[in-house]
């Protein structure tokens, strides 16, 4: 299909600025079609969200007391004991044993495995044995450093079963970021891999692993997964392999029953500057709202439906999205170990196709990567199989969403706009598909339960058809308690801004004249240019409307005139070129999509943005080229060769102005 028509197409679906209301037959059926939920939630949130916890988990022993709030701390189902991963496992055995739980694709074809709930079971017990094996018990922190496989939920698993708490993380890490982490969390073991795949390459966990615990004092064993099969040096002593000492473990292992308010796991946020912070959730809150949105907001038909979360496991996405969510509402996950575009740029649909996915949840990125690509991928493929799809990690921009929902839903599917955070540890402002007539862009009202706002430098709710910050008014379960070994901090950066009862998210959102939150971007990319208040993502949102822009990402640099310039790095779509016409034209655009006070002042033409391994456009990076700073650590980029150009078109351009 001829990239033109679909750019035409997409630019009338634009132009309509259609809602898209439930289709009938979903709402016929969804899990929440009844608007009385909202009602509900927000008479009692409380009694509301006890409700949920009842309902989706099973409890060893019920609450004493439902919530407590000493601002700004906050402690939910007080005295109530449960198991995280006998929620996830044991209680589903007797009806739903032979379910398949994930379906493994590997990256490289021919090895997709089935594993159905009871063996993940066994597997679980048998790992949990082999941590106690090794002196592991509760509340000792257990490191994770692995790729996309099936052993990374089942250390996860065995790690809840036994109460001690995980440390995952992304296999993309440096060795000197996987040290920090391990020693800011104090983990006493390391569970990694020989090697994991990506695009056809290996990626030498082992030795990354090796090289971080050259100073890592509180590890004594290292558990290591063999997956590539690649010769890699076992320290005697310290180093195991994992599948020797499964061979040797009993399958037979009691969850502990767990506190609460004990620590499932700590999970380092995705902040690119300073000290990464250890975001900490608890068992019993955090499960609630996990399995509540996830069953609600994926609509979950546990026996019918296969779930895809294209995330990667050691996000936030990847904890709450593949391993508990799902789990908890024992349901049929897909796992992927590999990329979108390999071995060719249809991957996905090949999987959907195959594997007869009813539910994909990705990121913005991911789609607007797919458009670059073009239709022709996608629609090689059957994917009629698909009635949801949904999208998290930054703003969806209308076009991307409409594309989304078009060229992968064929027009049927609703899509959800999923907002939340590591902090959060759950989806907090999202439709419920059966429910919410969808804006694209939008994601439309916070989760029942969730008491959400949008108020100015002041405090104020900024009230409809305004911006300002959005605000969470009361904690919600899956709410984090704090970061690990720095309180100070937690009540600094989240719970200071507007005072200790409002959760500050640090991020911008528009509540339109429907009452609809419209999420902008974190606050720190948000620019002042002559006093206007211009989100970076809305001239992103700008540009990416131009029929021959693939992507763009746009920073305020400091300017001695306007406070700060808009500087935008473009990508375009293929077959088109960077010329000094162009940019006069895409300056033009911006002008009349926003207003001649959102013009860039500069456009930098680039094959590429620099992305973290998550997917997110590191905007501080591309403001240090815009303001011709020292570059900081590019390791957590994904591409990281694509900066070093970026820098010198930017400097090129300097001395052209
Ligand atoms: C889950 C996750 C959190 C930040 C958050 C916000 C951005 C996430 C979004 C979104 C607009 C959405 N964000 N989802 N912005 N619309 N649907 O991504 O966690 O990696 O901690 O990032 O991502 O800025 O503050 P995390």
Redo the contacts with the bound molecule.
């Keep these: 299909m001829p990239e033109r028509e679909v750019e035409q197409h997409i630019e009338a679906l634009l132009q309509e600025r259609r809602t898209f209301e439930p289709p009938a037959e979903f709402r016929a059926q969804a899990n929440a079609r009844d608007e009385s939920i909202y009602e509900e939630a927000n008479k009692d949130p409380v009694a509301w969200w006890a409700g949920q916890a009842r309902e989706r988990l099973t409890w060893f022993k019920e609450w004493d007391r439902d919530f407590n709030w000493d601002p700004p701390h906050y402690q939910w189902f007080i005295g109530g004991k449960l198991n995280a991963s006998y929620n996830c496992l044991d209680r589903h055995l007797d009806e739903h044993g032979d379910r398949i739980a994930y379906i493994w694709v590997p990256e490289l074809d021919g090895e997709t495995k089935r594993i159905t709930y009871r063996q993940l079971h066994e597997d679980v017990c048998r790992f949990a044995n082999v941590l106690k094996g090794q002196g592991i018990g509760k509340g000792d922190k257990v490191g994770i450093y692995m790729g996309m496989v099936p052993e990374l939920p089942v250390a996860m698993l065995a790690c809840a079963r036994i109460g001690a708490p995980h440390v995952v993380v992304f296999g993309g890490f440096s060795a000197d970021s996987l040290r920090e982490r391990m020693n800011q969390a104090g983990c006493k073991v390391m569970i990694t891999m020989d090697g994991g795949y990506r695009r056809g390459n290996t990626i030498p966990l082992k030795a990354n692993a090796d090289e971080a615990m050259q100073d890592t004092p509180t590890i004594e064993r290292c558990i290591v997964v063999r997956r590539t099969g690649d010769d890699v040096p076992m320290q005697q002593g310290r180093d195991l392999w994992y599948h020797e000492l499964m061979q040797d473990a009993s399958a037979d292992c009691e969850a502990e029953p767990m506190d609460a308010e004990d620590m499932l796991y700590m999970l380092h946020?995705?902040g690119t500057t300073g000290k990464p912070k250890g975001v900490v959730h608890t068992t019993g809150g955090y499960l609630t709202q996990v399995a509540s949105t996830h069953y609600n907001v994926f609509d979950i038909k546990p026996d019918r439906d296969i779930y895809w979360c294209a995330a990667d496991i050691g996000?936030?996405?990847g904890h709450s999205y593949i391993v508990y969510g799902p789990l908890t509402n024992a349901c049929t996950s897909v796992l992927y170990e590999g990329a979108p575009d390999y071995p060719d740029k249809d991957r996905f649909w090949t999987i959907v196709e195959e594997h007869k996915v009813t539910i994909l949840y990705t990121a913005p990125t991911t789609i607007r990567t797919f458009m670059k690509w073009g239709v022709d991928y996608p629609k090689k493929h059957d994917l009629s199989s698909l009635r949801l799809l949904g999208?998290?990690?930054?703003?969806?921009n209308p076009e991307a969403w409409i594309w989304y929902q078009e060229y992968i839903g064929g027009g049927r599917t609703p899509v959800v706009?999923?907002?939340?955070?590591?902090?959060t540890g759950a989806i907090m402002i999202t439709p419920l598909p059966g429910i919410t007539t969808l804006k694209p862009g939008s994601?439309t009202f916070p989760y029942p339960g969730v008491i959400a706002d949008v108020v100015d430098d002041a405090g104020n709710p900024v009230g409809r058809g305004k911006a300002g910050y959005v605000v969470i008014k009361h904690p919600t379960p899956g709410m984090l308690r704090t970061l690990y070994e720095a309180d100070d901090r937690y009540v600094e950066t989240y719970w200071s801004r507007f005072g200790d009862r409002v959760y500050f998210?640090?991020?911008g959102c528009k509540l339109d004249e429907d009452g609809y939150f419209w999420?902008l971007?974190?606050v720190d990319d948000v620019m002042n240019v002559s006093g206007h208040r211009i989100s970076t993502y809305e001239v992103e949102s700008a540009l990416v409307d131009h029929e021959k822009v693939a992507e763009a990402a746009v920073v305020g640099a400091q300017d001695p005139d306007t406070g700060q310039a808009i500087i935008a790095f473009v990508t375009l779509k293929g077959g088109n070129e960077g010329t000094e016409e162009l940019i006069a034209e895409l300056r033009e655009h911006v002008a009349k999509v926003i207003g001649k006070l959102a013009r860039p002042k500069s456009i930098i033409f680039t094959d590429e943005l620099p992305k973290t391994r998550?997917g997110k456009i590191m905007r501080r990076l591309l403001k240090d080229v815009a303001e011709g700073r020292q570059l900081g650590d590019v390791t957590t980029l994904q591409n990281a060769d694509v900066v070093e150009e970026i820098r010198q078109k930017a400097t090129l351009r300097a001395g052209e102005e």
């Design positions: 946020s995705s996000w936030v996405t999208t998290v990690g930054e703003p969806i706009d999923t907002w939340w955070q590591t902090e994601a998210p640090a991020d999420l971007g974190r998550s």
